[in-house]
Antibody, heavy 121, light 110 residues
Framework: EVQLLESGGGLVQPGGSLRLSCAAS????????MTWVRQAPGKGLEWVST????????YKADSAKGRFTISRDNSKNTLYLQMSSLKADDTAVYYC??????????????WGQGTLVTVSS | QSVLTQPPSASGTPGQRVTISCSGS????????AYWYQQLPGTAPKLLIY???QRPSGVPDRFSGSKSGTSASLAISGLRSEDEADYYC???????????FGGGTKLTVL
């Protein structure tokens, strides 16, 4: 059974940093691309970033460029999202998701339960 | 403003068939697969349809997807109360090199 467990969310001040983690199990982690998607309170889904199975290909939304870094440790079956220069607009539930395949145009099929990031002073 | 356009709301009575549309462009739905997700209140999204019209195992055949040109559609037949949820479409956008989502459609079962 595929399981994705996010952690690292919480309250952070504007301009601060936070690192989200996603522990994966139930599948061969290195064989699949992984994605972060966020959802602001009461709003729709917004793609943040995707990383290939090897970590060699990375794609980011414009909102994440220059501030967010996606990475993965295949030896630990863990996905990360390092976030810096956080703004109030970054307040959202952040979902970790496994993609259908390792191809870039293959959307997520399994999602974690999400971790809430609140940016506020 | 979402790149993919969905109606903000839809409704139907139990047993009815409802359709939710998703309009895009040549750089996303027009050249790539469309996917659909269901999000029940307070839960994570669940994949309903992949590669335009494929259902993951466990998804009832009451749910079906189609694509024509730069638009995609999700149809739900035999509507049930438990179908009340938010539905999102998504596709890879070649121009943006990223995933784009519709704004979501809130389905109400009357």
């Amino acid at each position: 059974e595929v399981q994705l467990l996010e952690s690292g969310g919480g309250l952070v001040q504007p301009g601060g940093s936070l690192r989200l983690s996603c522990a994966a199990s139930g599948f061969t982690f290195s064989s699949y691309a992984m994605t972060w998607v966020r959802q602001a309170p009461g709003k729709g889904l917004e793609w943040v970033s995707t990383i290939s199975g090897s970590g060699g290909s990375i794609y980011k939304a414009d909102s994440a460029k220059g501030r967010f870094t996606i990475s993965r440790d295949n030896s630990k079956n863990t996905l990360y999202l390092q976030m810096s220069s956080l703004k109030a607009d970054d307040t959202a539930v952040y979902y970790c998701a496994k993609d259908l395949t390792d191809y870039v145009d293959s959307a997520p099929d399994y999602w974690g339960q999400g971790t809430l990031v609140t940016v506020s002073s | 403003q979402s790149v993919l356009t969905q109606p903000p709301s839809a409704s139907g009575t139990p047993g009815q068939r409802v359709t939710i549309s998703c309009s895009g462009s040549s750089s996303n739905i027009g050249s790539n697969y469309a996917y659909w997700y269901q999000q029940l209140p307070g839960t994570a999204p669940k994949l309903l349809i992949y590669r335009n019209n494929q259902r993951p195992s466990g998804v009832p055949d009451r749910f079906s997807g189609s694509k024509s040109g730069t638009s995609a559609s999700l149809a739900i037949s035999g509507l049930r109360s438990e179908d009340e949820a938010d539905y999102y479409c998504t596709a890879w956008d070649d121009s943006l090199s990223g995933w784009v989502f519709g704004g979501g459609t809130k389905l109400t079962v009357l």
